[in-house]
């Protein structure tokens, strides 16, 4: 990922409107990001663009996606 | 440098619930209206104000503004303006309704009505009885009312800048504010906004601390800025603690763990709140809660390796119990503590919550400073609302759900208050000739030090600092090293420097010019508490006891005014708390007890 695109992304994960998103999504970006390919890390962008608690609910289990491009990447973060 | 000027009627800063609320009433006035935010509106952090909003409508039983007006005036301690506050629970009702207008969905009762719980600390006929005076929408109120004011605003055609950080206020001369300087992330490109009427709507800085249930964007960026433009910040040493946040990421446990049978464990697993609270043991108050916590951990008797929390455990309860009554709870503890509730305690400390000082403002919502021997004189062209603004509703501790109330009142009012101004026909002032000069080498300072301090490390230090000795429960001893320690932090703090240099999305400069707000912060709310040697509501001192004499180490001969921190010279002066309301009679001083 291109480096602006990848700070644009970096200050919309560092800068959400729950705490536990900004922990998780900032952790993510430091510990796995880099690990994934180029299809992973897109689908990573469209859930980072996700409103708060609908990722929020993703995360923790609430609900699931059956987007098989996101679940891995949902899967990642549960753990991370 | 040629920096571009982009001319608007009016500039809210910070796109939270006071700042889209305050815009509404601008764009429908028809006046030319920018609303600046570092994230998109919908991200900002009301989004997690789950409680509700309180106005007396009394749709489920009998209630009345007066009775909410006396347990607003009760939770402040008597730090609160009785004026500010019967204006604010005045205008709840009508408020509450607009929002239903704008599309809000609140919970409904069968017949139709906003449906309404009961909130601590609202009660019926002045202090009786618990009383449902909190609206919701679920449990995702906060949410709720951001998309509905954010798609009014839309309607209303006022002008978003979004992922854009206002950088210091823009005063003229004779002190008028004509606007702020602002950096677009995407370019780096700083702009003026020349406005005639500018609203901070910045949210509160609960990241002073180093354990804080607040989101990371609340780095007090609108106290920063009034801050350096020489405006005082008042009642900083009022902070409101949660005693359940977990260790080390400031994540909030709900009170509804303690509710299930949740215990507080020291290091040798002794369920200290025994000793505290004989009867309601776990369950007592929040503030009493947290100082024991905070007691066990001074003495010693804290958990880990720096023994620096105390465990929150449920491991006796059923499983199935906590699955079910605790949604979310495990996946909590897994996800920040790294500890599987059901089977090991959880490490908790008392966290930040919420701001109750600020930008000293009228409950017009305009901004007012001392001058000339009058401690309220009006800024002319500035304005602020919400957490960052300091009316004062909240005094020396906030009720739940007021602080929603608060954003929806404010700012309205701010808004109403700005059109008003501009309506009487005022012209844009002349800007500076160096309007943007002090931001433009805040940035360059920042861009080109060499051996300068490390951002990350700073913030740390000042988060630490503002934990061990300004935290929940205060020592005159730490709290008078705590001011030698945060002065320390601050020389660094000036003297930021960054590695990464481009212009485009540089989130390393963003966070050094937020650090360089948090510090501003971080002092006023140091040396304020210092200085206040009295307990009153959230601010709880050691060396200030419970004294028949003092009941609650509260000293209202010596105490009762609101402080003012002058940032300028680290000065603090006092001014007296408003204690006539606008129609109805003084609500008398009382010890507060529930």
């Not at chain 2, 001319?7 to 006071?18: E, H, P, Q, R, T």
């Not at chain 2, 006396?70 to 408020?95: H, P």
């Not at chain 2, 354990?211 to 005082?232: E, Q, Y």
């Amino acid at each position: 990922m291109e480096r602006p695109d990848y700070e644009r992304l970096r200050w919309r994960c560092i800068r959400r409107a729950l705490l536990e998103l900004d922990i998780t999504l900032t952790r993510f970006l430091d510990d796995g990001f880099d690990k994934l390919n180029e299809a992973q890390q897109q689908a990573f962008v469209e859930l980072a663009d996700m409103e708060d608690y609908d990722l929020w609910d993703l995360l923790t289990g609430k609900e699931e996606t059956d987007d098989p491009r996101l679940a891995p990447i949902v899967a990642m973060l549960r753990k991370s | 440098m040629s920096i571009p000027v982009l001319k608007f009627d009016a500039v809210i800063v910070g796109a939270g619930g006071a700042g889209l609320r305050s815009a509404i009433q601008l764009s429908e006035a028809g006046l030319k209206t920018a609303v600046l935010s570092k994230v998109f509106p919908t991200r900002s952090h009301t989004v997690a104000a789950q409680g509700g909003v309180a106005a007396s409508l009394g749709n489920s039983e009998e209630d009345h503004w007066h009775w909410h007006m006396y347990d607003t005036v009760k939770g402040s301690d008597w730090l609160g303006d009785q004026d500010a506050i019967e204006f604010m629970v005045r205008k709840a009702n009508e408020c509450v309704v607009e929002l239903e207008h704008y599309g809000m969905p609140f919970d409904r009762t069968d017949n139709g009505k906003i449906y309404q719980r009961p909130f601590g600390g609202h009660m019926s006929n002045f202090g009786e009885k618990p009383v449902r005076r909190s609206c919701a929408a679920a449990d995702r109120t906060g949410h709720a009312m951001l998309h509905a004011m954010y798609q009014r605003n839309v309607k209303a055609n006022t002008q978003f800048f979004v992922e854009w950080m206002a950088l210091d206020l823009i005063r003229d001369e004779a002190g008028h504010v004509v606007g702020v300087t602002a950096m677009e992330m995407e370019t780096g490109q700083v702009v003026i906004f020349h406005t005639r009427a500018t609203i901070f709507a910045t949210g509160g800085a609960g990241r002073i601390f180093y354990s804080s249930t607040n989101a990371f964007i609340n780095t007090g960026d609108g106290l920063g800025m009034a801050a350096r433009a020489g405006i005082p910040l008042e009642d900083m040493e009022f902070w409101q603690f949660h005693p359940t946040g977990v260790a080390g990421a400031g994540v909030l446990i709900t009170e509804g763990v303690r509710g299930e049978g949740g215990i507080l464990r020291n290091s040798s697993k002794e369920r200290f709140m025994e000793r505290y609270a004989p009867n309601a043991k776990d369950l007592a108050s929040r503030d009493v809660v947290s100082r024991a916590m905070t007691t066990e951990i001074n003495e010693g008797r804290g958990c880990g390796v720096n023994k620096d929390y105390v465990l929150l455990d449920i491991t006796h309860l059923d499983p199935n119990t906590i699955m079910k009554r605790l949604p979310g709870i495990r996946e909590i503890g897994l996800q920040f503590a790294g500890v599987d509730c059901i089977k090991e305690p959880l490490p908790v400390v008392p966290t930040c919550h919420y701001q109750m000082g600020g930008i000293p403002t009228h409950y017009s919502g305009r901004v007012v400073t001392p001058q000339n021997g009058d401690p309220n004189t009006i800024v002319p062209g500035f304005y602020a609302a919400g957490e960052c603004a300091c009316a004062s509703v909240h005094g020396a501790n906030r009720l739940g759900t007021n602080s929603l109330l608060d954003l929806l009142v404010f700012g309205k009012s701010a808004g109403d208050s700005a059109v008003e101004d501009l309506k009487a026909g005022k012209a844009h002032r002349e800007l500076p000739k160096d309007a943007a000069e002090k931001s433009l080498a805040r940035i360059s300072a920042i861009d080109n030090r060499k051996g300068g301090a490390n951002v990350h490390e700073t913030r740390l230090a000042m988060q630490r600092t503002m934990q061990n000795h300004a935290g929940v429960f205060r020592f005159g001893d730490l709290l008078k090293s705590g001011v030698d320690k945060i002065l320390e932090v601050e020389k660094a703090a000036r003297q930021l420097e960054i590695k990464d240099k481009s212009m485009a999305w540089n989130t390393a400069r963003t966070e050094a010019l937020e650090m360089e707000n948090l510090i501003e912060v971080a002092k006023a709310t140091m040396l304020s508490a210092e200085a206040r040697k009295e307990s009153r509501g959230a601010h709880v001192r050691d060396d200030a006891p419970d004294t028949p004499e003092f009941p609650n180490g509260r000293n209202d001969k010596e105490w009762l005014k609101h402080t003012l921190f002058n940032p300028v010279d680290n000065t603090i002066s006092y001014k007296p708390v408003n204690m006539q309301p606008l129609t109805v009679e003084t609500i008398a001083l009382k010890t507060r007890s529930y």
